[in-house]
């Protein structure tokens, strides 16, 4: 066993790391490279705000695959009270994630040789029999193989926002650069987006001037829907799986008969959508690419509002806001922005209407999401391996393509052997493929099949 680097220290990579130094034999080599000198946290754990909560409850978030209550034994160490279904702080789980890493690299040492990097990777080439790796302060690192752990990227702007025009005004990632001072003397604030990343802003905004009003505009105005306040009682059982594994493979067809389980009892709908979990890759890689194309285009934002839901207690905050009018969710997308003196003055084109909403805020938000296109990834390592078409994108641009054992996979195909992928781009080939009881499993596959290929290797 040889020298592996990991590029990238969030969840992904983190895991990785982990699983790595658990299974790896004798003598084996690895090093941990990340942007910032903050490992294991990543922009989902890296919050250090307690009302950003998981959206997942603890029951369910263990890193480690073969160990389904670690988180959980790990959240009643600090809080007996806690159970299965709690919804607890992010900021924890970051915690959770640094003590699994400095865990394993005690438990590893004399038989891994384990370094954590803080630097920026530029460009990843095969030299020789060995990958170059060169780094942004100059330092150059050799490896055997190379696992890319990237995690998201920041969101694409707007086409009808200039990012250098609307400064100061606009935000474009709004995880960077202490997001709750920039908009605390804010009273009135648009965020461009209705999911899960608005969701956390507008917490963040409430939370530091609870006086704020706030527009939160998206094409259909949808937002993410609550987890239940407790674990359903035993009992419920669907038919689900079994009725859409043979049936024709359509979008039409998948939401004739989720419809028609959940009509059957309305009150599990969340029961409904979480047993198609396990099989949604399956799904996913069953329709064509036109019908992938027509679930994007008409249903993916009611599939993301319901599956990808939120903490009750986060719903409540939300919903407060809503009921007092603070909050504003409006149906539509941003055609103009305007700078009048010290606010903004945003045009709205509310769907389903030719009357053009407009509001005055003082920030524009950008809450779209991670992007997943790469031509619009702004990351000087991403393009350079684009440019040498040794990654590419799939043909809807959700992600990075990937062979079943996690090479990356050029434009035409091509594996490339010393090079790796885990993280939520592989949302392109498994759609489900973003959330950590998925990408605990791929980043422990990914561990082993790199293992089995460096150990067969002469």
Same mark, same amino acid.
């Not at 006086?211 to 505009?217: L, N, T």
């Not at 990075?400 to 592989?426: C, D």
């Given at each position: 066993m040889r020298r592996v680097v990991i590029i990238g220290a969030g969840f992904s990579g983190t895991v990785a790391a982990v699983e790595f130094m658990r299974h790896a034999p004798q003598g084996a080599e690895l090093i941990l490279v990340n942007r910032s000198g903050k490992m294991a946290?990543?922009?989902a754990y890296g919050t250090s705000s307690p009302h950003h909560l998981l959206n997942v409850p603890a029951g369910n978030m263990s890193a480690l695959q073969d160990d389904p209550e670690s988180f959980l034994r790990?959240?009643?160490?600090l809080d007996n009270e806690t159970h299965s279904g709690s919804f607890v702080s992010r900021s924890l789980y970051g915690v959770y994630l640094e003590e699994l890493l400095t865990f394993a690299e005690s438990q590893s040492a004399g038989r891994v040789t384990c370094r954590r990097v803080a630097g920026n990777v530029l460009s990843v080439e095969k030299k020789g029999s060995e990958v170059l790796l060169e780094m942004a302060c100059g330092a150059k690192i050799l490896a055997d193989h190379v696992i890319l752990a990237l995690g998201n990227f920041a969101p694409s702007n707007p086409l009808a926002v200039n990012p250098q025009s609307f400064s100061p005004f606009y935000i474009a990632d709004p995880w960077?650069?202490?997001l709750e001072l920039a908009h605390k003397n +804010?009273? !009135?604030?648009?965020?461009i987006g209705t999911g899960l990343t608005a969701v956390d802003v507008l917490l963040s905004i409430k939370r530091s001037l609870p006086s704020a009003q706030v527009f939160m505009v998206s094409r259909r105005g949808l937002h993410p829907k609550a987890h239940r306040d407790q674990l359903p009682a035993d009992g419920f059982t669907t038919d689900v799986q079994s009725l859409i594994l043979n049936a024709e493979p359509t979008v039409r067809t998948y939401?004739?008969?989720v419809r028609e389980c959940i009509s059957i009892s309305s009150e599990h709908w969340r029961e409904v959508i979480t047993a198609l979990r396990n099989i949604t890759p399956e799904l996913w890689s069953r329709l064509p690419l036109i019908e992938r194309r027509r679930f994007l285009r008409h249903l993916q934002v009611y599939w993301d509002s319901h599956r990808h839901r939120i903490a009750p207690e986060t719903s409540r905050i939300f919903e407060a806001g809503i009921q007092d009018s603070s909050v504003e969710l409006? +149906?539509? !997308?941003v055609t103009a922005v305007e700078i009048k003196g010290d606010v903004c003055e945003v045009d709205v084109a509310r769907r389903g209407s030719e009357r053009v909403y407009r509001?005055?805020?003082n920030k524009i938000i950008n809450c779209t999401g991670p992007c997943t296109s790469l031509s619009r990834i702004e990351d000087e390592l991403m393009r350079s391996l684009v440019s040498a078409d040794i990654i590419s994108s799939d043909k809807l641009g959700l992600g990075i393509n990937v062979s079943p054992g996690y090479e990356v996979l050029s434009s035409q195909g091509i594996a490339t052997p010393w090079l790796s992928y885990v993280g939520p781009m592989l949302k392109a080939t498994y759609w489900e493929a973003t959330a950590v009881p998925e990408l605990r499993v791929h980043a422990k596959a990914l561990v082993i099949e790199?293992?089995?290929r460096l150990s067969a290797a002469p």
């Amino acid at each position: 066993m040889r020298r592996v680097v990991i590029i990238g220290a969030g969840f992904s990579g983190t895991v990785a790391a982990v699983e790595f130094m658990r299974h790896a034999p004798q003598g084996a080599e690895l090093i941990l490279v990340n942007r910032s000198g903050k490992m294991a946290r990543g922009l989902a754990y890296g919050t250090s705000s307690p009302h950003h909560l998981l959206n997942v409850p603890a029951g369910n978030m263990s890193a480690l695959q073969d160990d389904p209550e670690s988180f959980l034994r790990f959240c009643r160490r600090l809080d007996n009270e806690t159970h299965s279904g709690s919804f607890v702080s992010r900021s924890l789980y970051g915690v959770y994630l640094e003590e699994l890493l400095t865990f394993a690299e005690s438990q590893s040492a004399g038989r891994v040789t384990c370094r954590r990097v803080a630097g920026n990777v530029l460009s990843v080439e095969k030299k020789g029999s060995e990958v170059l790796l060169e780094m942004a302060c100059g330092a150059k690192i050799l490896a055997d193989h190379v696992i890319l752990a990237l995690g998201n990227f920041a969101p694409s702007n707007p086409l009808a926002v200039n990012p250098q025009s609307f400064s100061p005004f606009y935000i474009a990632d709004p995880w960077l650069n202490h997001l709750e001072l920039a908009h605390k003397n +804010a009273p !009135r604030v648009l965020l461009i987006g209705t999911g899960l990343t608005a969701v956390d802003v507008l917490l963040s905004i409430k939370r530091s001037l609870p006086s704020a009003q706030v527009f939160m505009v998206s094409r259909r105005g949808l937002h993410p829907k609550a987890h239940r306040d407790q674990l359903p009682a035993d009992g419920f059982t669907t038919d689900v799986q079994s009725l859409i594994l043979n049936a024709e493979p359509t979008v039409r067809t998948y939401l004739r008969i989720v419809r028609e389980c959940i009509s059957i009892s309305s009150e599990h709908w969340r029961e409904v959508i979480t047993a198609l979990r396990n099989i949604t890759p399956e799904l996913w890689s069953r329709l064509p690419l036109i019908e992938r194309r027509r679930f994007l285009r008409h249903l993916q934002v009611y599939w993301d509002s319901h599956r990808h839901r939120i903490a009750p207690e986060t719903s409540r905050i939300f919903e407060a806001g809503i009921q007092d009018s603070s909050v504003e969710l409006i +149906a539509g !997308r941003v055609t103009a922005v305007e700078i009048k003196g010290d606010v903004c003055e945003v045009d709205v084109a509310r769907r389903g209407s030719e009357r053009v909403y407009r509001v005055a805020v003082n920030k524009i938000i950008n809450c779209t999401g991670p992007c997943t296109s790469l031509s619009r990834i702004e990351d000087e390592l991403m393009r350079s391996l684009v440019s040498a078409d040794i990654i590419s994108s799939d043909k809807l641009g959700l992600g990075i393509n990937v062979s079943p054992g996690y090479e990356v996979l050029s434009s035409q195909g091509i594996a490339t052997p010393w090079l790796s992928y885990v993280g939520p781009m592989l949302k392109a080939t498994y759609w489900e493929a973003t959330a950590v009881p998925e990408l605990r499993v791929h980043a422990k596959a990914l561990v082993i099949e790199v293992m089995r290929r460096l150990s067969a290797a002469p």
